[in-house]
């Protein structure tokens, strides 16, 4: 851009002035950089805040919208943040109960976790193929703190066993256990007694089998070389088979040497009786939804239900009572039928009184080798389930869906950021330049003006001073008169 004959501020009349200014523009500069660089430098001292932090990432989808492996609502960051994981945590510490009460609220306040989430997805579908999602848990410098813990590196241990116990906790939360024990033929009880109570238990097992295949149905033990989902078709196809062998067995050869006989005829009665009252819940629950639908349903038999529209939130915990009334009531139909069954097996069958006592003992002897056969198999299962459990519990569970991914590290958190010392430094350097040039400029007018301050003095001058001398030629003034001579004429 050309200078304009006004006078006015160009590119060019700048570019002269940043040329002029060179020398003072670099040294203002460097000396500006330093100064504001060591001021930074202090005011990070004084306002930056040390930070001690951990990392937790969890491996499957829905950690980052606060589910559990499971299904359901897990909130991470109130579990980490929780009295009772800080309290336990410092427990763990060994601090005194004087020292945890003060610290358990200032820990809590001065604590923060944060989530980030990194997930894999099919290009072409957008399907999910993987995903991480971590949390830092950070627990900032507290003066409060520092007064009461021993040092620095306390921070370090109070955030590690903050992460540790949460993970302990969802390992507790989300890990199997059961308490199932081995069994023994009770030598007091009737058969029909060891029955019962073996029955009860492999009902048990069963559920809690079914559970675990549902949860998690691709695990396989390595120990056992066996999946859930296989465990329960142990105990369904196998365990439960010998339990009923042995029971028809009983039933079929009449055998009643500790009144078996009269334990079936009162199971038989408390089971009709279990059915009567199981058939009245489901009645009920028939009427108290047809009065909130106001429709027709139909029998308890067929299960068909008609209804008008309805609240949703309420017509479904009425169809959710029904439906847990009708299988409470089917299990109490299929227990009667046992019983029953048992009972039609004792009336065709020998009578136990008039056989010989060779045959009673024979009898008793295949029962018991039969029982015995029933809880060995039982208790072998219950053994490989436990390790199953271990298994789970120790490597698939926790190693594969959360870890500690960062020890205890400390960090420095102030708000003079890279980026915020860059930007002042460069206001810095710009005003410093500015600076350069204006100072150059002015002391260029100044220079200017005190040449011609001296160069008007010097006119002074010259103006002041007096002519010296001959008078030169055409000169006027006074002239002494001067006598006629012969120029021949020669002074003597």
Known sequence: MEENINGELTFRKIWQQIKKSGVRIIVYAIVALIVCGGILGICDIFVSQSQYETSITYYYSGAE????????????????????????????????????????????????????????????????????????????????????????????????????????????????????????????????????????NINVFLEESKMCDEIASSFVSTSQ?????????????????????????VASNGIDAKNEKDYVNKMLADATSEVTRREKDVEECLEALSALTNGTVGSPNTGTIIVNPADP?????????????????????????????????????????????AEKTTLINSANALVNEVVSEYNSLVDSYKLMIEDYNNGYNVTSLVRMTSVPTQATNSPITLKVGVIIELMVLIVSVIVAMLVTSKKGAMKIQRKMEEEQDQDVVYENVEPQGLPSQGLSGPVDEVEDTDPNQTDL
């Open 65 to 200: 919208l606060g589910e559990g492996p499971w299904g359901g609502q897990f909130d991470v960051v109130a579990d980490i943040t929780s009295v009772s994981n800080v309290s336990t945590a410092l427990d763990k510490l060994e601090y005194s109960d004087e020292e945890k009460d003060a610290l358990v609220k200032l820990v809590i306040k001065n604590l923060s976790v944060v989530s980030a989430v990194d997930e894999k997805v099919e290009e072409t579908t957008g399907a999910l193929l993987s995903g991480t999602y971590s949390y830092k848990i950070v627990l900032a410098q507290d003066s409060d703190i520092d007064k009461i813990i021993k040092s620095r590196n306390s921070y370090n241990n109070i955030v590690s066993a903050i992460t540790s116990n949460h993970i302990e906790n969802f390992k507790n939360k989300y890990s199997f256990s059961t308490t199932l024990g081995k069994l023994a033929v009770m030598g007091n009880y009737n058969a029909f007694q060891n029955y019962s109570i073996i029955k009860g």
């Open 313 to 357: 939130e309420t017509l479904n915990k009425a169809i959710e009572d029904l439906n847990l009334a009708k299988a409470k009531r089917d299990l109490a139909e299929a227990e009667k039928n046992f019983w029953a069954r048992c009972q039609k097996d004792y009336e065709s069958a020998q009578s136990f009184a008039d056989r010989s006592e």
């Open 225 to 249: 070389k066996m999946s859930f989902s296989m465990l329960k078709n142990r105990i369904e196809n196998v365990l439960l088979p010998k339990l009923e062998v042995y029971s028809d067995f």
